[in-house]
């Protein structure tokens, strides 16, 4: 079979590396991938935005299977695009449609959702231009902190956690009076805080059936002791120590299957992978959000776990056949750590030379913010390589990365030094 896969993220470089190990894959091209995915598959100049092209592409390659890495072109309705169209509706689509996608485009919607099918999730109210004075003083009456949530994608940066009254409503006028986060960032969910510990859970799902894959768990902010500001992720190991079967029946049986159950009911048409956002408060498993796609940097532990072929799961899944599938994880952990460009999340340089990636014995190297120039290896992003292992634990995974990540080397390098630290 051939295969596109859209994005350039170490998200895209996992599921190459994952998707170039199946006998049914013939040839995979990556668009516009990295210097790492280039290993397995061919890098085309696409642009994500342009359907017209992608589509194009997908005739001219005979594509049969459609892999879009991440959210932002789900959510824009590439899925309706190529299966509303005569000549491209046999192609796989491995991702929902757009009314799918709301789970993730739509914090509204994600919330009215779980709402609707009794999943649990924090306690919410949602306000708009229309009821703002109302909306000010909700906030006021709120203990803290108060979480706000500006509708639609807003690249991670549209959830604040406001300490104090003031902040909340400065946050809530911004999102709305000067729509900082756009058009649809006019609608605002606030909602309880909830405390615990966050843990990803993911499922492919044929809109009928679905299989469960490894669970992770990330780590998001910069600094060590998950201090300083957000990033797209430092860091993330599997399994998750704390989810146990039983905790796990839970997440099964309250999230999952009212999820999947619950899009079939409202005959949305879902056929890909959903991320669950959870949060563990005192052994009662919460959704955070819901993600029309898989995580990064998870996807870079979960991935070398899952035993199945991928490529056969995504045919059973277009079939409506995961029914049939076992799917199986592998008993070693992973961990992966992410090498980032100094100043990130801030400003950075792009463009720095790369060197010793050859000598990372052990582990996996997921490109993610790289490109070839001139024979060299060189930076060319934020997050800049997620470096895997696998251990018979988490200790020993980590151990692994840890002694790779000290031998690559380019100006600027910055990793977390404690990742996986709760569960060592
Ligand atoms: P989201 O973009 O929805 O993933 O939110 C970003 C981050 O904010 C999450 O990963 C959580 O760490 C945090 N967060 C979101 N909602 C809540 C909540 N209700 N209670 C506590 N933390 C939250
Ligand atoms: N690691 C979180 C995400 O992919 O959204």
């Known amino acids: 079979m051939n295969i596109l896969l859209l994005g350039s993220g170490g998200r895209e470089n996992a599921l190459s590396w994952k998707l170039k190990q199946s006998p049914l894959c013939e040839n995979l091209y990556i668009a516009p991938g990295n210097a790492g995915t280039s290993a397995y598959g061919t890098n085309v100049p696409l642009s994500l935005t342009d359907f017209a092209g992608i589509r194009r592409f997908c005739l001219e390659h005979h594509i049969h299977i459609l892999f879009p890495g991440g959210e932002d072109t789900l959510v824009a309705g590439i899925y309706d695009f190529i299966k509303n169209d005569e000549a491209t509706s046999h192609i796989i689509v491995c991702g929902p449609s757009k009314a799918g996608a709301q789970l993730e485009g739509s914090k509204a919607f994600a919330k009215e959702f779980m709402m609707r099918h009794h999943i649990p999730t924090a306690a919410y109210r949602e306000f708009g231009e229309t009821n703002f004075d109302e909306g000010v003083e909700y906030l006021r009456g709120q203990s803290l902190p108060i979480v706000l949530k500006a509708d639609g994608l807003a690249a991670g940066k549209g959830v604040v956690i406001a300490q104090s009254h003031e902040e909340a409503i400065e946050a809530f006028t911004q999102m709305i009076k000067e729509a900082q986060f756009g058009e649809a960032g006019k609608k605002v969910v606030v909602e309880e805080f909830l405390t615990g510990i966050e843990l990803s859970v993911f499922a492919l799902s044929d809109g009928t059936h679905y299989v469960r894959l490894p669970e992770a768990k990330d780590y998001k902010r910069i600094g060590e002791g998950d201090t300083g500001p957000n990033t797209g992720g430092m860091g993330a190991i599997s399994p998750v120590p704390f989810a146990g079967p039983e905790f796990m029946q839970k997440i099964v049986s309250r999230v999952i299957e009212p999820t999947i159950n619950g899009l079939k009911q409202e005959n949305i048409t879902y056929q ?24 990064d940097p998870e996807t870079e532990v979960v991935m070398p776990r899952l035993e199945n072929d991928l490529v056969e799961l995504i045919v059973k899944m277009d079939a409506g056949q995961l029914n049939e599938a076992a799917v199986t994880h592998s008993p070693r952990a992973a961990c992966t750590v992410m090498l980032v460009a100094g100043g990130y999340p801030g400003s950075y340089p792009k463009g720095n030379i790369m ?29 800049v390589l997620a470096v895997t292992s696998y251990g018979t634990d988490i200790k020993e995974a980590l151990a692994t990365s840890y002694r790779n990540a000290e031998k690559i080397q380019y100006e600027g390098k910055y990793y977390r030094k404690d990742i996986g630290y709760e569960f060592q």
């Open 355 to 383: 060197t010793g990636l050859e000598e990372a014995a052990g582990s996996i190297l997921f490109h993610a913010g790289t490109a070839d120039k001139d024979g060299a290896v060189v930076t060319n992003g934020g997050r």
């Open 272 to 295: 890909g992978f959903i991320f669950f956002g959870l949060i563990n408060v005192e052994g009662e498993p919460y959704v955070i959000e819901y993600n029309c796609r898989m995580g």
